[in-house]
């Protein structure tokens, strides 16, 4: 077929020019094949003015975020510059311009236009429709003011609502979602099964170094804030826990790119490698887990212990677009609910420290000792289970030191339906575990009362139970 298909192209040649000109021809349509099908880097470039629009925006982000999407976001992007950010667009499938008050008298914002335009981008167009605030403005007059290169795109594309409240945006959601999809097709199970390879080729260089670390910790007493301590959670947190959130991550872009298969599908196949019965990542992990966790036990203070942690994947938008919205008031409201109800005895009024990330750790101090000593000797470490929360390393940390506890230490909650690549400790089930309310029922914190009546307060951090500045 190539050949008679280059043979009516090129005409009538002599038999050895013909098929000099056929090898050329076909050399060349396969780079260009090759170069079309090069993948990307993220799904989505996301310009906008960010005096208009910076809050909405962000919030449009994590909604794309958590759908599985990539997008390259100024806010969260290292490097802002010029060339920067002609590479991000270069690297992205789809440039999507938030349509806004000023947005085409940004200077910033018309360049990035011009860019994709020349580069041939795929662009979308999403707007806020609530013409009566300060900051928007109406779809025909965008279409007036957009530059000459982007009017007829525009009139032909149209604009997709987003609103800021929360139910009104899975419409809009749903829409974007339907376009990117038309084009960002993940792979499916079976072809996300072949990067197995490149994670075990990852894995032994991992395990390599990480072997050098960890395993010198084995037997030897360690002073706290050592250099072989803090260097062997960091191996961890950086080689081994990195690996898996970026492989969960992209599980989650190729769900959400092919809707034909459940994230269960893509669930076992991550599985499959952490199982890998000539690797074993799952269960070497587990030892480099246990002999940390047992170094940190030997070395950690009353000041590192808590009655709860508090482990969540982060704070994710409300409904007017802030980031730290629904899991900040969560979180703050279960911190307050534990300090009026959770006292050591019934006659102290000595309250149980509770450990929230953004309330404990002080700028300049060590993460890894702060937080994951935490994890390793408080009572309870709570741990507040989605799609999101093995996508982060510094999670899995927690998740790990926290399930080598058992059953007694890991208590777990559900935000959602989540699947789970990594097992639950031993005598805990999917069906076990309680949605996210559950944490703040009178049940839960009358048996959370009942087992810190008898602890003595003494033998914990220092906790004042003075509401924090928020």
């Known amino acids: ?89 270069q690297d992205s499938q789809f440039f999507l311009l938030f349509l806004s008050k000023d947005v085409f008298t940004n200077k910033v914002v018309l360049y990035e236009i011009e860019t994709a335009v020349r580069l041939k981008k795929r662009i979308l167009f999403v707007h806020h429709p609530d013409v009566n605030t300060e900051n928007q403005c109406t779809f025909v007059s965008f279409i007036e003011y957009a530059p000459a290169s982007l009017k007829d795109t525009l009139i032909t594309n149209g604009s997709i609502s987003f609103h800021r409240r929360k139910h009104d945006q899975i419409a809009a959601l749903n829409e974007l979602s339907k376009r990117l999809n038309d084009v960002v097709i993940g792979s499916s199970p079976g072809e996300f099964l072949r990067e197995i390879g ?27 804030e050592s250099v072989p301590l803090v260097k062997a959670l960091n191996t961890l947190i950086n080689g081994p826990m990195q690996l898996i959130a970026d492989i ?29 019965g000539e690797f074993k990542p799952l269960a070497t992990i587990e030892e480099w887990v246990a002999i940390v966790d047992k170094v940190i036990k030997s070395v950690a203070t009353r000041d590192h212990r808590y009655g709860i942690f508090l482990s969540h994947h982060g704070f994710e938008e409300d409904e007017w677009g802030r980031q730290d919205g629904i899991m900040k008031v969560y979180m703050d409201g279960l911190v307050d609910r534990y300090r009026d109800s959770l006292t050591f005895g019934k006659t102290t009024d000595k309250i ?78 999917y069906g076990t575990i309680a949605a996210e309310s559950q944490a703040t029922k009178p049940g839960v914190v009358k048996r959370l009362q009942e087992y810190f009546a008898n602890k003595n307060p003494n033998d914990y951090a220092n906790y004042s139970g003075v509401a924090f500045n928020r």
Not at 249 to 276: M, R, T, W
Not at 405 to 424: Q, S
């Open 1 to 89: 077929v190539e050949e008679a298909f280059c043979r009516k192209v090129l005409g009538s040649h002599s038999s050895r020019r013909e098929s000099v000109a056929i090898r050329e021809f076909t050399t060349t349509l396969g780079r260009s094949f090759k170069k079309l099908m090069k993948p990307y880097k993220y799904h989505v470039f996301i310009s906008y003015e960010q005096n208009d629009a910076s809050d909405v925006v962000m919030g449009l982000y994590f909604l794309l975020l958590d759908r599985g999407y990539k997008c390259w976001y100024q806010n969260q992007e290292d490097e802002i510059t010029e060339k920067a950010t002609s590479a991000g667009i």
């Open 198 to 224: 490149n994670w075990n080729s990852s894995w032994k260089r991992i395990r390599a170094e990480c072997e050098k670390v960890i395993l010198k910790l084995s037997g030897k007493a360690i002073e706290k």
């Open 352 to 429: 149980v420290p509770v450990f929230l990330d953004k309330h404990e750790l002080i700028p300049g101090n060590s993460q890894a000792e702060k937080m994951l000593f935490a994890v390793s000797v408080s009572d309870k470490v709570m741990v507040f289970l989605n799609n999101k929360f093995f996508t982060r390393k510094w999670c899995l940390m927690e998740y790990f030191l926290a399930r080598n506890r058992g059953i007694d230490a890991f208590v777990p909650f559900k935000i959602g339906e989540p699947c789970l690549p990594i097992p639950l400790p031993d005598g805990i089930t």
């Open 248 to 276: 969960w991550k992209d599980a989650l872009i190729h769900s959400a790119g092919n809707q034909k298969f459940p994230l269960e599908d893509y669930e076992s196949v991550v599985s499959a490698f952490l199982c890998n």
